[in-house]
Structures are given as C-alpha cells and as structure tokens.
C-alpha cells in the first residue's frame, strides 16, 4: 500500500517531467533567438542551434535529458554554460531554509490557534483567530511584504530590508536576514492550516465516540487529547503537506520582494531566456518537492488509520 | 420508600436552544435494580430523558427545569466537576451503535479501562482484570486477549458487549441503555439482550431501557413508560401495559406489533406469466474479469415475479439482499445469469438500459431523507420523471404531480414545499410517488419502512397494498422485518450468506417444516409477551447453547447438534469461532460503513 503510494508519485514526477518539456517546447521562440537577438542571420542561429544541441529531434533531447537527471545531473545552463546543480544547489538550500523558517512559525501558530479554536467554538478566541487568518491570506503577499519592510526595517530598522545571503553568511545573521520574508510567508499559509486543523477537530468532536468520552465522565482536555485529536490528524497532516510544499515552491513573489536568492528568482529569469534546461531543473525541483511532501502525507494517513495498521 | 430510590427526575424540561420543548414535565422514578422501559416513537425524547438523566444535554439542547436526583444528590444544583464524576462512575451510558461509539483509534481495553482508572475507582491493572472478567460473563470469545484488538476487529454483537462491559466498569449503579440492540441483526439481539439482563441482574445494576420495540421491552423490564412528543402518555407495569393499555395510543402501538405476528396475505391466482424472471444470478463488488479474486455477494438467485404480487427477500445484514437490488435495478451489473422484464433479457448494467426498461423497473430506497434532493420541491422531485419518461408540457407535468400527491395521500399544497418540511413518513409517501410518476411495473422497495416508527410504517405499507391492488404493480420487498414480511409479501425468498436457502409462498415458508435458518429467524423476533425470553433460550439450551448454537453458527445446525454444543461449552467455543470463521462473521463496523457510503453513492447516482 505504502509501496504503491510511492510508486505513484514517482509516476507524477515523471508525468510532471514531460508536461514542462513539451510546455516549453510550445512556448514562442527558442533560446537561440532569445540570446542572439532579433538581428541574427538565420545562418547563425542554426549555427547556434546546433552548437546547443537544439537541432536534435525533442524526444532525442527528452530522453538525454531524462538520462542526465537520473544521474543527478541537470546538465548546464544553455545561456551561460555555468553547471545547473552548481547554480541551483546553493539556491535550493536557500529557498530550503527561508520555507522551514516559515513552517517553524506556521505550523505551531496553526495547529495551536486550530485546535484552541476548535475547543472554543463560537467564542472570541475562535472568532479572532478565524478573522486574523482570513486577514492574512487575503492580503497579497508583495503587500505584506512591503508593509512589514516598511515597518520594521524602514521606520524602526530592526531588521534588514534586503535578505541577501551568501553561502558564508553565519547562521545567526542568516536568521535575522531571512526573517521578513518568512513572516511573510507565515501569513500566507496560516489561514488554511488553522482552519482545517479547527474544522477537523470539531467534526471528531462531534461523532459518537467523543459524546461517549464525555458520558464516561473524562475531562475536556482529555476528550481532546486522546479522542478527538488522533482521529482529526489524517486531514490536517494533508493539508499542511500542500501548505509545506507551498512554501517552497509559491515564495516566487517574496523572493523578488526581498531579493532572496532562492530558486524561484533563477527560475523566473530563465523563463524569460527561454533556458530550457534550468526551466526543466526548477520544474522538476518544485515538483519534487511537492509530490515527495504529498506522498509523505499519504503515507502519514496510513499509518495513522488504524484499520489499515491493524488489519482484521 | 425513599432511600430506595436511586434515580428520580421530577418535572424534567429540556429545550431546544431556540426554545422548542423536546421534554415535557417528565418524572422518572427509578428504584434500585429495577428496569424501566422507556417507549416511545423518534422525537419522543427517550434519548433525550436517558442523557438528561446523567445531567447532560447534546449539543444545542438544554435542560431547563425539573431536578434529577441520584442517589441522593441533586446533579443540577451540584458543580459541573461533581457531575462529571458521576458519569461513568455512578451512571453509566450504553448507545445504539457501537461501531459509531468506539474511539477507531484505540484498543477495546484502553476504551474500557479509563473510566475506572481516571475516577480513581480501581489502577490500570486491577480494571483489566475486571475488565476481562466482564468479558467472559458476556461470552465475548478469547476474553483474555479481545481487549488488545481495535474496534474494526470484532463484529456489531461483539462490540455491544464490549460497550456493555465499559459501561459496568465502574459497577454503578444505574446504566442508561439507549436502543442497545436496535442496530443488531435479529438473530444476534436475542443473544445480547439475554447477556444484558443477566448481567444487569447479575450486578443489581438499576437500568433506564429505551428502545422503540414493545416486543423488546417487554423481556428486560419491569416496568414501561410511553413517551410522545416529550410527554408521559401511561406508565404502569410490563404486564399491564401489554395486556390492558389504558390510552389509546398505547393500544394503536401494542396492536400495531400483534399484527405483525400475524399472516395476512394468502398467494394469489399466479395463472399470470412473471413479469420478473431472474434466473441463476451471481454479481459481487469488482468486475466479472477480476472475479477471480472478488467474493460473490450473491449466487446463482433465482425468483419469479408476476404481476400484482409482492415477493418478500428476507435475511440478515450481509446476507446479499440489498445487493440482490441492486443487481436488479442494474446499479450492479450482474456477472452471470439472466434478468427477464416481461419475458425481455434486461443488459446487465444500467447505463445500458433503454428509457423504457427504466421507466418500467423502480426503486423505493431505505431511507427517504438521502433519497429526496433537498433542494427541490415535490413538484420538480415528482415531475422528473413525468418529463422524461413521457415528454410532456409543464401544465400537464404540474397536474400529474397533483394527481400523484393524492394517489399517495399528500395534501396538493405540497406540491410546492421541500423535502425538509415534511416528516419521515411524508418523505417516503414522496418516494413513491417519484417512482409511481414513471408508471412502473414492478418495484423494487430496499427496506422502505426499516426508517420509521412502527406506526407510520404501517400507514406506508397500508399505501403501498392499497396501490398494488389499484394499480396491479409487482414489488421485490426487501426486508429484515419477518413481521413487515407477513404484512405485506405474497411470496417470500429467504436470503443466506449470498444464497436464497427457501422460497415459496409466504404462509409456506412461515409453517413447520421450516429451513433450519427460517426457524432461526422466526424465533429470533421477540413476541408481545414477558416470557418469551425465557422459553426461546430454555428451547436452545441455555445462553450458552443460544450463542454457540443459534447466533452464530450457520443454518446447517440441528438441534441435536445445538444441544451437544450447549453440553460441551468448551467444545462451543472453538466452534464458535470456527464458525465465525466460515461466516466472515463481524466483518466490523469498517466494511459495513464502507459499504453503506458506497450504498448511498450509488443511490445517490441513480436519482440523478
């Protein structure tokens, strides 16, 4: 079950490998054009081409591709032959670290105000934490971003504006560099995880079982705790996949926002070159990530049913 | 006289929040080690009286008047921490559905044992113990090892048990049982039933029994209380109750059950060619292709049906007699065998049948709240198929739908409202009239009345002979209710484990010689009288020979062999679970939840 779960993200992933190919094979011009400019001689650009390789048939450069991905190798950027991996390593690790800030501020924030919501149904605590989130989300994310440089970097200074970071920036001021942007990003994914969290909370609260935990004469929190919370974690554990997986790969925006060299920012440049290698190597990336999360949440589900970890 | 009194409310009131009364003025008297019947139809507020009397009120109810008094002290005017401790300590909670009451994420023992252990009444140890004591005076099989298995791992009987022995594991002093055996088949509520009452009496145990059944009631009580719309209409003695009623109510219910012990219909001329021919049916869940691996839900059936005749499928949940419907209205395409409508093979799967073929075979589903679309009123539910199977204006849909109003008894007025605003009764009167709209010949009707209280039952099933002989329509009647079987069926087919074991004319299959598992059913339904009890289990042998004999072993069981089991009670108990085995018994609240989804899908499909 697990294996097949697997199984069938890898198939996504490669599905998803061909979808980007073929979309980027659609897309008008070619790179040739893109670099060389509108005056080039059509003897140059074929030139050209076939210095890139670009002349061979797609599904020849498909597959060499594929090869190359399979061993963890991208191949190399066709506008300015610098290695992919060596490029989008670092940057990966970058775009890594700012989403694991966020969800280490999201995920307490949402699962806690979820859950406290929940118990407190109908009352201001529940209603706030509802109202709040709602706010967050609905504000675009370059506005929060704006707003909070403004704020806090701008009128008080207490922290940078720009979140540039290089490879041999120490941790600690990593942190402190990185912290707009993953605020940012913690009131974008917040509202979704908070009231899933709530509203799977409250219809466990409201099945058969819990009314007889409480005829039992078990206390509140402990209705919560043992009964109610394991048998809500399936739907909640879905969903902050998504929201993680959202994290790395929808920052696009806060990245430019804050200049945060992250792979959204290389992707977003070598759409504009038409580099089809680096498009396919953040694709694949992106896709990546979001399947393993997902599958992870999959797996997560049937581990946690007990019907399936206990089967008759 | 007081001191003697355990449980006592006095002028109950409990509300909705929006103020409508659910319970009114009720008192309550409970002595200790006595059983009260509470009766009464759904919204009578049973259940309602059942948790008020733990102090506790569902969501968006409120108790608002009155005192409830146990042992001694007053809960309402007592702190919400005493009351707390009370629950599960001193009174205890037995639901109907213990599939739906158990936690499916944790063991049976840890559900049983935190009541004990977080009320300070015993260690974690000493209530295992207990624990597993309770068990093996419920006959649970393997007690000592039961407790480490989840909730999906046992059947529907087993799991009452199990909520019973949860309930008795503080030993208070009172238990609320709401509808304990209401969910179970019939075969296995005479076991359970039996088992809660020796236990109740065992531990002199004082008990609040509420359920819709007087037949029921009648077994485990001491005395009965008839509720209707939140009010007391009689409370007296068992007996009393049961042979000279006072109200007129209580009477319109006792006569309602006695009729259903009796036989009304007789066979009629069957000179008439069958309508319905199925002939050596086999159809299961997956494909024919993967037939292989896939278990048959139903094998080689095969029934007429002729015109103007009502052909009743009895037999438990699992039996494969809901699935027999759905085999034939095409829902389930069948694997093998054939399917006749008036002398026409009908293609296996409903996407492939012609309008005409849908026009002809209609359904009644089991349960008319998720069979009506909410959001349409009567008119456009009924007018449907008038417009599709006939193509007809709007003026002559919209008269259509009158006439078919009255045919089923609805004021016209209704034409206009929601399925929302009628009762459960009323909603299903709207699902025949949506099948009558497509002028059928035969009907399939999958528990129509299984929803609703005794009486509205009877006035459906009243409409439905009523329209047969108007209208000269043929029902497949699917049914767990030998005594709706006898109201209504003409002819009866009796379903096992996939297989139709006996059929024939109704009045035949209810008289000696029975099928082995016939007998078994007819013995199973409780009767109107308080010794019935008593002389089913002396008949079997004992509870020991009731459970390893008849509850659970197959039909091929002779009485012979029933007595040697109840002899040899260790010898019963391998058997028993051998023969659990064999059956796929308790195949858990999971599958049959599954099962029921997918049910509702399916159903849900079609009415679109």
Redesign the interface.
């Known amino acids: 079950m697990i294996l097949s779960r697997i199984g069938l993200g890898l198939l996504t992933l490669l599905v998803v490998s061909i979808v980007i190919f073929v979309l980027t094979q659609i897309l008008p011009g070619d790179t040739a054009t893109s670099v060389l400019g509108q005056n080039a001689t059509p003897e140059t650009l074929a030139a050209f081409r076939h210095e890139l390789g670009l002349d061979r048939p797609a599904a020849l450069r498909y597959l060499a591709w594929l090869g190359g991905v399979l061993h963890g190798d991208f191949g190399v950027a066709l506008t300015n032959k610098q290695d992919i991996v060596e490029v989008l390593g670092p940057r990966f690790r970058n775009t890594l670290f700012l989403a694991g800030y966020a969800a280490l501020m999201a995920l307490p924030l949402a699962v806690g105000f979820g859950i406290l919501a929940a118990i407190r149904e109908g009352r201001l605590t529940d209603r706030l934490a509802n109202i709040v989130a709602l706010l967050a989300i609905s504000m675009p994310e370059f506005f929060v971003g704006y707003l909070l440089i403004l704020n806090l970097s701008v009128n008080h200074e207490w922290f940078p504006s720009l979140a540039t970071v290089g490879t041999d920036t120490p941790f600690g001021e990593r942190v402190w560099a990185v912290t707009l942007p993953a605020v940012t990003l913690t009131f974008l994914v917040t509202a979704h995880m908070l009231r899933m969290t709530r509203n799977s909370v409250l219809s466990t609260m409201s099945t058969a079982y819990v009314e007889m935990a409480f005829l039992k004469g078990l206390s509140r929190a402990r209705v919560v705790t043992r009964h109610a919370l394991p048998n809500a974690a399936s739907p909640v554990i879905s969903v902050i996949a998504l929201n993680l997986a959202y994290l790395v790969v929808g920052v696009v925006v806060v990245e430019n926002v804050f200049t945060y060299p992250g792979v959204g920012q290389y992707m977003i440049d070598a759409v504009s070159k038409r580099d089809v290698p680096v498009i396919e190597a953040c694709g694949i990336v992106f896709a990546g990530v979001f399947i393993t999360l997902n599958t992870f949440a999959d797996v997560m589900a049937i581990v946690l049913n007990p019907r399936l970890r206990h089967p008759r | 006289m007081a001191d003697d009194r355990i449980l006592c409310l006095e002028k109950l009131r409990v509300e909705t929040i929006a103020g409508r009364v659910l319970v009114d003025d009720v008192d309550v008297e409970l002595k200790r080690g006595e059983i009260l019947g509470l009766i009464g139809e759904s919204g009578a507020g049973k259940s309602t009286i059942g948790?008020a009397s733990?102090a506790?009120a569902?969501?968006g109810m409120r108790i608002t008047g009155g005192t409830i008094t146990l042992a001694g002290t007053e809960l309402r005017a007592s702190t919400a921490l005493y009351r707390?401790?009370?629950?599960?300590?001193s009174i205890?909670?037995i639901?109907q559905?213990a599939a739906?009451?158990?936690?499916?994420?944790?063991t049976l023992m840890d559900q049983v044992c935190?009541?004990p252990v977080?009320?300070g009444v015993m260690g974690r140890a000493e209530a295992e113990v207990y624990a597993k004591k309770l068990f093996r005076t419920l006959q649970l099989p393997n007690p000592d090892t039961i407790g480490d298995?989840?909730p999906?791992?046992v059947s529907g009987g087993q799991l009452q048990r199990v909520m019973a022995a949860?309930a008795m594991s503080c030993r208070p002093d009172v238990i609320v049982l709401d509808e304990p055996t209401t969910a179970l088949d019939v075969t296995t509520q005479i076991e359970v039933l039996a088992l809660l009452r020796d236990l109740i009496a065992e531990f002199g145990t004082a008990g609040l029994y509420i359920t819709h059944d007087l037949a029921v009631v009648a077994q485990i009580a001491h005395r009965i209380m008839v509720l209707r719309h939140g009010k007391t209409i009689e409370c007296g003695d068992t007996v009393q109750i049961l042979e000279h009623p006072r109200t007129d109510y209580c009477r319109a219910l006792v006569n309602e059950r006695r009729d259903a012990e009796h036989l009304t219909l007789s066979v009629p001329d069957r000179a008439a060619p069958p309508i319905l021919r199925v002939r050596d049916v086999t159809a299961g869940y997956g494909t024919a292709a993967a037939a292989r691996n896939a278990v048959a839900v139903v094998k080689n059936a095969s029934f007429d049906l002729a015109k103007g005749e009502t052909l009743a499928i009895v037999g438990e949940s699992g039996s494969g007699k809901s699935t027999m419907a759905r085999i034939v209205t095409g829902l389930l395409p069948r694997w093998s065998g054939d399917i006749e409508l008036a002398g026409k093979s009908l293609p296996p799967a409903l996407g492939r049948r012609p309008n005409d073929i849908l026009r002809r075979l209609q359904m009644v589903h089991q349960m008319p709240d998720t069979a009506l679309n909410p959001r349409q009123t009567l008119a456009q539910i009924i007018g449907r198929p008038v417009a599709l199977f006939f193509g007809r204006g709007r003026a002559e849909v919209r008269a259509r739908v009158l006439e078919l109003l009255r045919l089923v008894g609805l004021p016209e007025e209704f034409a206009d409202r929601k399925p929302g605003q009628l009762s459960g009764g009323q909603k299903q009167r709207v699902c025949i009239a949506r099948a009558l709209a497509a002028e059928p010949e035969v009907i399939i009707c999958d528990e129509p009345t299984s929803a609703l209280d005794p009486l509205v039952a009877e006035e459906v099933l009243k409409l439905l002979k009523g329209l047969q002989d108007r209208l000269g329509l043929a029902y497949v009647f699917i049914t767990h209710d030998l005594g709706t079987v006898r109201r209504i069926a003409h002819r009866t087919a009796v379903m096992l484990k996939g297989e139709i074991i006996a059929q024939g004319p109704t009045e035949q299959i209810f008289s000696p010689p029975y099928h082995p598992y016939t007998e078994k059913l007819i013995l199973s339904v409780p009767e109107m009288h308080t010794t019935w009890l008593d002389e089913i289990l002396q008949k079997r042998g004992g509870a020991a020979g009731l459970v390893a004999g008849a509850a659970e072993r197959p039909a091929e069981v002779t009485p012979a062999a029933r007595a040697a089991a109840a002899d040899a009670g260790a010898v019963a108990e391998t058997e028993r679970m051998a023969a659990r085995e064999v059956l796929g018994e308790g195949r858990?609240a999971?599958g049959l939840e599954a099962l029921q989804t997918e049910v509702r899908n399916l159903k849900g499909m079609m009415e679109i």
Request: a positive charge; aromatic letters at 12%.
């Open positions: 948790l733990m506790y569902r969501a707390r401790h009370t629950r599960g300590k205890a909670y639901a559905s739906a009451s158990f936690n499916p994420g944790m935190e009541a977080v009320h298995r989840y999906h791992q949860m858990g999971a």
